[in-house]
């Protein structure tokens, strides 16, 4: 492509995208096809010659832009809401034209270092213990898979070397979870081999926090079987509630038995910027390891996910692998990203958040989110105040856990409960349907929840009236039916 074809194209689709941020709001937020729509419209081989970029953008808008969902529409409020921003757009830009490979030093030494300062920079922003170094991956499946992983190099059974399949004298190795823990945990233990058996569920109080005597009980209870218990991994923001599991008093179990304590805190981690909300992170200072994801909460476009962890060398240990072709004379004096996981190349994706924490600051990012936690707390006071709705677990942060429970209230729990999952279930699909708006939802306590999650930069108190009133339109809709 000539210059002056980069030059014509790029600033049309920069204009394009400005025009799509500024419009996405009058896109149906949940993609309005069916499955295999796309493919149907797609050829099934290749072009042979290329085809001029007018065509390929046009098929932007004609194919792919209805077979979007809007993670950015601001009444998108399902899952966790998220969402890019203007700096975050331009550091994608600029590393994609950079393409560097993180893997050395040498390789990229932008890439290599901005990392260490900007995660310093947010461990700062955090309220985190300067004992804790950051580390970039793509995910928080991936972060906290790669601190189960330093873990378990830390428990010395030369499973580097020897591995775990065939071993007569490898004990049952066991990490410790909420019932409440984000699946990704439970993929992170099978894929590091340790299988589902090496993950123990701990049951949850009432708020949905991990119950710290029966994580004890746990502990107790599998040592005297001869299982190895090895890592606990707290959650800060689960995702079905956002509760926050009891830290400061998991911490002494881990010390008492020689565990490694790991925090997900991939959602409310973010929250920490917000002085007085860093709260949520107390005892996270004795942590070994916590993943936060910038790439959820502050304004980072997907994906960045941040690994703090206080024993690089173990991870280093579990991972570093350095063949004769990336041997450099540096090697020694610098810190090589792939040294610390399994990736080799790396993407440069500090750029991004190095720039939307120097076009934001600790304030404006601080400001973006207190203002989601106001409109959750908004939305959760008309739950409250209204007789047909109510909340199903404390509000925390931005995420808003309810359900529809109109009359009649039958005597018998279960029977409540059955019609209320179908008709909030209903509620939801019904609301998805109109295109406006955006939830999801989950069980707690068994019962259909719906979840109202605010995280979007550009979403404001008229969207999340708007979804109050779809909602409750929904609900009358569903209540004025004939019972079939
Ligand atoms: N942990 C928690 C608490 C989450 O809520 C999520 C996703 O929502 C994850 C981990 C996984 O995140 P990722 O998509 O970055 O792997």
Redesign the pocket.
Known sequence: MSKEEFRRFGHELIDWIAEYLEQVENLPVLAQIQPGDLKAQLPVSPPQKGEAMEEIIRDVDRLIVPALTHWSHPSFFA??ATSTSAPGIFGELLSAAFDNKAMLWRTSPASTELEEVTLDWLRQMMGLDAGLTGIIYD????S?MHAIAAAREGVELRIREEGMSGRKDLPLLRVYVSEQS?S?IEKGVITLGLGQRGLRKIPVDSEFRMDVKALAAAVEEDKQKGIVPFCVVA?V???SSSSIDPVPEIVPICENHRMWLHV?A??AGSAAVVPELRYILKGCERADSL?V?P??WLFTPF?L?VLYCRHMDLLRRAFSLVPEYLRTPEQEQVRSGSDYGVQLGRRFRALKLWMVIRYFGQDGLAARIREHCRLAKLFASWVEESPDWELMAPLRLALVCFRACPPPAEADEIVRNKRLDVLNEAIMHGVNATGEALLSHTKLNDKLTLRLSIGNIRTTEKHVRQVWELLNEQLKLLLAQPAS
Do not use: E, L, P
């Open positions: 899952y966790f995910t928080a499946s991936v906290s984000h990704s959650t923001g689960t995702t997900d991939a959602y993943a994801n790439h959820k994906d996910s």
